[in-house]
């Protein structure tokens, strides 16, 4: 009885009309039980840029992880293309299904490099089909076949660095497509007891429930989480009021900076990438209709814009209130230029590595009363209206206001 290792990576299977390529992993998870294999892993869920401009919907990937009886390989990848076949929105424009199949003990690094770039920046499906041949593994596309890209970058990230896991409970397939059954309070109590362990559960200015999905896909509800206990608990303290079908953990590279490239320069800054630069602030923020923030940042090579937008309320505030002068690291999706629009970062985050000073130019105060002195014209010295004295040698000085602002993330 020879054990090998083999992982399989499943893309882009679900579509606005349903579905979900996590819940096509649990499943498969669930079958391939019957051949004994042994997972090495949680299942990975990971989240590749979420920036190229085809897609609309989250982009996560899926990989599965598992040593079995070589026996079983040709039952196994059956098994899987069956299934991702019966629960892919094949025949749905923009769905692109893809499935990687590759056997090997440990990662190479050149793989591990391609699930990089295709985390932050745009990979080609040529480049993908490549690696596939070089490390003999199989793929099955669908339509323009991108999702094999996204399948084989799955299979490249180990998640060495940064992870969460995440809880994802599933529907009964009768319930698909109707309102979501789940007690409010009871997530609202979840979160409180067990943040910030777990996060993203609510939306506590707007007192809205933020881990319930609104489409006709079978999730319930998701949880994440820092470890696989603490998300298992936050599960056992959400009161459903529908069955639960099943439920998986997956371990992910969601809530981390894993889509963020750091550039060097930004003359190297292109569109449709997520990145993480260091600038100083060239343009004064301007508030925009609509209540976003723009402003411009720059260094020796080159000067974008950068947009803090609504939703990330935190952010606008911070960014309404920088200055020329200002030094700070962005972190963001980068849109192309459109027509008079420049090339502009929007922003998830900003660093302040360090703050300009604020000063204005004023006059001082009077020596004797303490009164803001008067100017009285050019070349003449200040005037106090306080005690009606004369200062011929005093001149206008520079205040320094406070900042609000401190140095650090938001
Ligand atoms: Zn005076």
Known sequence: MTKKIMHIGIDDTDSRKGGCTTYLAALLMEKLCDFHVRFLDYPGL???????????RGNGALVLRFSYNRVFEDQIKDT???????????????TDPGIVFLQMDTIPNELSAFSKKAESGIVKIQEALALIKKFGGEAHGYNTCRGVIGALAAIGETLTADYTYELISYRRPSNWGTKRQVNAESIFHMDKSLAPLTFNNVDLEKHRVIITPRGPDPILFGIRGETPQIVKKAFSLVKSLEPVDRWAIFRSNQGTDAHLQPVQSMCNIQPYSSIIAKGV????????????????????SAEVDCAAYEPTGDLRKIARE????????????????????????????????????????????????????????KNQGLRCEGCNGRFDDLRKIFFLFPRCLRQGLT
């Not at 990971?46 to 609309?56: A, E, G, H, Q, Y």
């Not at 899987?80 to 923009?94: F, P, Y």
């Not at 602030?281 to 020796?300: A, Y």
């Not at 000073?357 to 001082?364: F, G, S, W, Y």
């Open 46 to 56: 990971i989240r590749l840029n979420p920036n190229v401009p085809w897609k609309t």
């Open 80 to 94: 899987a293309v069956a299934t991702l076949e019966r629960l892919s929105a094949i025949n749905e424009k923009g």
């Open 281 to 300: 602030v060239s343009k004064t923020p301007k508030i925009i209709p609509l209540r976003h923030v723009i402003f411009s940042i720059k260094d020796n």
């Open 322 to 377: 920088l200055i020329i002068g200002d030094y700070i690291e962005v972190y963001g999706a980068v849109h192309k230029a459109v027509g008079t629009k420049p090339l502009t970062i929007n922003l998830e985050k900003i660093r302040i590595l360090s703050l300009a000073e604020k000063t204005r130019l004023e006059n001082p105060l009077c020596p004797k009363c303490s009164k803001r002195l008067k100017s009285m014209g």
